[in-house]
C-alpha cells in the first residue's frame, strides 16, 4: 500500500557530505513523523534524526551539528543532509514514516535501506 524508496547513498571521504533522499508513495493520507535510522555491522539498528509533519526535528547526540533533516510534505520526501562525514558514520541507513494510510489507518513503515561508507 505504501512504499518508501531512499537513494543518495553510496562512498565518500572522511570529512565529505552526501544527501539522502526518501520518497513515500503509495495510498497515502498523510504522513506524521519522519525519521533516519541506521545500522552499522555487528550493531543494533539506531535512530539517527527524526522530523515531524510541522517540521520538528530530533537528532542523536553523535550527528548533531552535521546532519540535517528536513521534508517535503507536498512530495512526501523525506531528505538528510549529511556533512563532516566520518568513518563512523558508515552504515545502511533505513527511512521510516508514520503514515495514515487510505482505509487502512496509521500504520508505520520503512524503507529497503542505502549503504552509506565513510573511507578514512
Known amino acids: 500500500q505504501v512504499q518508501l524508496v531512499e537513494s543518495g547513498g553510496g562512498l565518500v571521504q572522511a570529512g565529505g557530505s552526501l544527501r539522502l533522499s526518501c520518497a513515500a508513495s503509495?495510498?497515502?493520507?498523510?504522513?506524521?513523523?519522519m525519521g533516519w535510522y541506521r545500522q552499522a555491522p555487528g550493531k543494533q539498528r539506531e535512530l539517527v534524526s527524526t522530523i515531524s509533519s510541522s517540521g520538528s526535528t530530533n537528532y542523536a547526540d553523535s550527528v548533531k551539528g552535521r546532519f540535517t533533516i528536513s521534508r517535503d510534505n507536498a512530495k512526501n520526501t523525506l531528505y538528510l543532509q549529511m556533512s563532516s562525514l566520518k568513518p563512523e558514520d558508515t552504515a545502511v541507513y533505513y527511512c521510516?514514516?508514520?503514515?495514515?494510510?487510505?482505509?487502512?489507518?496509521?500504520?508505520?513503515?520503512w524503507g529497503q535501506g542505502t549503504q552509506v561508507t565513510v573511507s578514512s
Open positions: 521510516n514514516a508514520d503514515v495514515i494510510v487510505w482505509n487502512a489507518g496509521r500504520q508505520g513503515y
Open positions: 503509495g495510498s497515502i493520507v498523510g504522513i506524521y513523523v
